[in-house]
């Protein structure tokens, strides 16, 4: 599993991916790609940076799995987002781009992998529930849209053929 944040703008900003059980995966900050092994199996992530989102995930082994964290501009402030890279969407398309430049992490490294998270209980119950009550109104469409499928995985023959450069314009 590959968590990729890239824009500039968020730079500064850290987002935090935890699981249901309120146990830290990962701290993803900067223009980072962290490398987080999983074993196969099914799993819910939630994800905090101005909100909270919550995703799905169907991993099968030998396969690896792209999320992009990343800020949109909104009104008067800029809004969270998480963009599973699902097969024949934009960001599949995309994902070459968002690779491009990212500084590679893995989360053995990361200080919070597998800690409970560094915030009280109730705030982070809050969160959990801010991102089930997102999903529970979401519907179909945007539970395709936050949920990454076996078939969404990349084969390690398609990894190695991928080129990381920026696609030439």
Not at 43 to 63: C, P, S
Not at 131 to 145: I, K, L, Q, R, T
Request: proline share 3%; aromatic share 8%.
């Amino acid at each position: 599993m590959v968590f990729i944040q890239n824009l500039r703008e968020d730079e500064t900003m850290t987002f935090v991916v935890f699981t249901d059980d309120r146990r830290c995966v990962a701290e993803v900050r900067g223009r980072q790609a962290e490398v987080v092994p999983m074993k196969p199996g099914t799993y819910t992530f939630y994800v905090t940076g101005y909100g909270t989102q919550r995703i799905e995930l169907h991993l099968q082994g030998g396969r690896t799995y792209f999320v992009r964290l990343h800020t949109v501009e909104r009104a008067f402030m800029r809004k969270s987002e998480v963009t599973p890279v699902r097969r024949g969407t934009e960001s599949y398309m995309q994902l070459r781009t968002w690779l491009a430049g990212a500084h590679i992490t893995h989360a053995s490294d990361d200080s919070c992998q597998g800690k409970p998270l560094k915030e009280r209980k109730k705030r982070t119950a809050r969160r959990v529930v801010e991102g089930d009550a997102d999903w529970n109104e979401g519907g179909e469409v945007y539970h395709a849209e936050h949920t990454l499928q076996v078939q969404d995985g990349f084969t390690k023959h398609e990894l190695e053929t991928m080129s990381l450069e920026s696609p030439e314009r």
